[in-house]
């Protein structure tokens, strides 16, 4: 069974930094994007950052310059470097991936459990 964990959240005032990291592990053959997406609260989970397998990337334009989405390949782990943090990037954060897991080689989809950031003012 394959499983996404991420780690990495907390408490941090506005202007500092924080990296997130999720790390796949279980039954996999390979992996094709990963990427990082934030729920604040009352709102709907909305894409940061997409990182593909051949480390093509996209971010959501709100963290454009602040935020950066890089993986390691060798440990199934994928980063959420993010700085100049404001109060409104406070939420949950989770990670996704496209994941195929052994036999038959069928692309599944997959989330993490999520981790809390919050950014004071």
């Known amino acids: 069974q394959v499983q996404l964990v991420e780690s990495g959240g907390g408490l941090v005032q506005a202007g500092g930094s924080l990296r997130l990291s999720c790390a796949a592990s279980g039954s996999i053959v390979s992996i094709d994007k990963m990427g990082w997406y934030h729920q604040a609260p009352g709102k709907q989970r909305e894409l940061v950052a997409i990182?593909?397998?051949?480390?093509?990337?996209n971010y959501a334009d709100s963290v454009k310059g602040r935020f950066t989405i890089s993986r390691d390949a060798a440990k199934n782990t994928v980063y959420l470097q993010m700085n100049s943090l404001k109060p409104e990037d406070t939420g949950v954060y989770y990670c996704n991936a496209d994941i195929r897991p052994g036999s038959p080689p069928i692309l599944y989809n997959y989330w993490g459990q999520g981790t809390q950031v919050t950014v004071s003012s």
């Open positions: 990182i593909s397998r051949g480390g093509r990337l």
